[in-house]
């Protein structure tokens, strides 16, 4: 399994990969026309897991990281998120 960052037209999705190549969204980072927004998606509801007006991504991202999402949706996967971020593919979105 994989955890990282990966590239969307407007912003980031954090994924986790299964090895048979299924791929689950577990946070994600926007550009919106009112600023930058991130959410970090549980099994419930949290509106603390939702920020908007951010002054970049990078620090969209932190927020997502900070509640660590994939613990939610994989517990127990011994999952570490790679520094690495996926290009999103010229022919996609």
Do not use: H
């Amino acid at each position: 399994m994989r955890l990282y960052w990966r590239e969307r037209k407007k912003g980031f999705d954090l994924c986790v990969e299964e090895d048979d190549g299924n791929r689950f969204s577990v946070g994600g980072v926007r550009q919106t026309k009112r600023g930058i927004e991130a959410m970090a998606k549980t099994m419930g509801y949290d509106p603390g897991r939702a920020v908007k007006g951010l002054s970049n991504f990078e620090e969209g991202r932190a927020f997502v990281e900070q509640f660590e999402p994939w613990r939610d949706f994989f517990p127990g996967e011994p999952l570490e998120l790679e520094p690495e971020i996926v290009a999103i593919p010229e022919t996609a979105e």
